[in-house]
């Protein structure tokens, strides 16, 4: 027993010995480190958990802008331009590209990579896609671990391209700093914002293929519907929101929104806003932490606990809110388990 707990201890050194090694290479910038740290967010595993705790102690300092839209609204188009004239001022950027994945499969075609192919070049862009292996509201699971990670290495601006926002998939709201949603003329995109809440979660409205026709019409209406949400909107922000035109593929309308973004910023440093941005996120992962820890509890030791209450449940003995009361401890009620 004494060799065996000599070689799992010296086995765990060397595991933090080198996780010290590729953390410090991370903070240095190093795109290989960079690369690995973040296959380590995304494998879930414990050894990846305690890296991504000791980057976390060195983030806080990006700017992390989402941008959101149904799909079609040339969203990839638009993370394009803005990078290449982010670095036009010297800035480093990182891209998260989130696509989805087959629920067959699981697997995700990442077509991001193909659409961003110009900027691969560049030593001052990073970027990473990720597949949402079943996660809903637009973002995958490690989302903000491999924001972390760019954070960590010395990207000022981490742009994040969600999925695309369907009925409810709204996440990005507590994930960046700064929110875009992109809106493309023809696509019912008014009606669409109304459904899904996005009117509500965007700091900045751009509608995109703004050489087509009906562009003017889809501003219209989308300032119109702002100006109606007005009162509601205050309760939030005192940010006005602007509706913006742009057509990333002609590169036009780009400038106006990056001076928009930054200005966004410069609002919520000013006005202390970012603060309670910077809480929401952090309550956001919490939150989903705490989801994930417990939904692997019970479909890993606690699996014979879950089998149990939900024969009961099936039985109508139980419903479902008390199976799972049960499940967590939180209630008393033991009887045939």
Sequence with gaps: MASTDLHNSVAA??????AGGLIAEVLEGRRKSIARMMSLAESTGEAGREALAQIHRHTGRAHIIGLTGVPGSGKS????????????????????????????TGGAILGDRIRMTELSGDPGVFIRSMGTRGALGGLAHSTLDVADVLDAAGYELVLIETVGVGQDE????QAAHT???????????????IKA????????????????????????????????GAAAMGERSTWMVPVLRSSAQNREGIDALISTIDAHRAHLDDSGEIE????????????????????????GHGRNELDQVLRRAMSR????YAA????????????GL
């Design 197 to 228: 809440g996005v009117l509500e979660i965007a700091d900045i409205h751009v509608v995109s293929k703004c050489d087509r026709p009906d562009a003017t019409q889809t501003v219209a209406n989308l300032r119109g519907m702002l100006a109606l």
């Design 179 to 193: 929110v875009v949603v992109v809106s493309a003329p023809g696509l019912g995109d008014e009606i669409q914002a």
């Design 276 to 299: 309670n941005r910077r809480r929401e996120i952090v309550e956001m992962r919490i939150l989903k932490a705490a989801e994930d820890i417990v939904r692997d509890r019970l479909l």
């Design 77 to 104: 188009t638009m993370v394009r331009a803005l990078a290449q004239k982010f670095r036009t001022s010297g800035r480093k950027v990182g891209i998260v590209a989130v696509d989805p994945s087959s629920p067959f």
């Design 324 to 335: 799972a009361k049960i499940l967590l401890g939180t209630s008393t009620d033991q009887d």
């Design 170 to 173: 709204v996440d990005i709201v």
């Design 317 to 320: 003995d139980i419903d479902p």
């Design 13 to 18: 050194s060397d595991r933090g010995a080198a």
